[in-house]
């Protein structure tokens, strides 16, 4: 089956960019679906970030859309998130999943904690 | 943007009842797509109903979810004790994807 796990540093510091990587296993990312992100800060509820194909066509949400960049590595089934300029506003436990059909996400992957912080 | 407002914010409830979570978009939710996920702590939250109704793969009937426009509704038939979780809905109708704030079902 689809599996998901993202990965990178759990510790930014201010002002610096974030960078994690989601590897998907059980199914190649060259055939189709689109692959997002979204976000849940500690205690809080879910944040959609953006979605990449594996063309490379991404949709951001428009808050974040002037910090936010994500790429697609097919040769090893993997898509990135990049989120610069981080304040401690941005400390959340970071998802990547498959988006389903137009919209839904399943499955996700574990989750992975960054906090921003000196 | 459409935001999503979930009520009531924390239900409490026993096992074999009934639950049923309201989901109410400030705007129509086009086509109807709109998702529930449930969360348990220190998981992943889990897809249970796509476009308003459909459950998804392995999610037992006992949940169902129903609604159109701006007003949805996920209901728990009867409760069982794994039930007791945080749920979200998710609309993807409308740019940008929104998600409501959370009901908390507890014992």
């Known amino acids: 089956q689809v599996q998901l796990q993202e990965s990178g540093p759990g510790l930014v510091k201010p002002s610096e960019t974030l960078s994690l990587t989601c590897t998907v296993s059980?199914?190649?990312?060259?055939?189709?679906?689109?692959w997002g992100w979204i976000r849940q800060p500690p205690g809080k509820g879910l944040e959609w970030i953006g979605s990449?194909?594996?063309?490379?066509?991404?949709y951001y949400y428009p808050s974040l859309k002037s910090r936010v960049t994500m790429s697609v590595d097919t040769s090893k089934n993997q898509f990135s998130l990049k989120l610069n300029s981080v304040t401690a506003a941005d400390t959340a436990v970071y998802y990547c999943a498959r988006q389903w059909g137009s919209g839904d996400y399943d499955p996700w992957g574990q989750g992975i904690l960054v906090t921003v912080s000196s | 943007e459409v935001v999503l407002t979930q009520s009531p914010a924390t239900l409490s409830l026993s096992p074999g009842e009934r639950a049923t979570l309201s989901c109410g978009a400030s705007?129509?939710?086009?086509?109807?797509?709109l998702a529930w996920y449930q969360q348990k702590p220190g998981l992943a939250p889990r897809l249970l109903i796509s476009?308003?109704?459909k459950r998804a793969t392995g999610v037992p009937d006992r949940f169902s979810g129903s609604g159109s426009g701006t007003h949805f509704t996920l209901t728990i038939s009867r409760l069982e004790p794994e039930d007791f979780a945080v749920y979200f809905c998710?609309?993807?109708?409308?740019?940008?994807?929104?998600f409501g704030q959370g009901t908390r079902l507890e014992i």
């Open positions: 990449i194909f594996h063309s490379g066509t991404t």
């Open positions: 705007q129509s939710v086009s086509t109807n797509y």
């Open positions: 476009d308003s109704s």
């Open positions: 059980g199914y190649s990312i060259s055939s189709g679906y689109y």
């Open positions: 998710q609309q993807y109708g409308n740019s940008p994807i929104t």
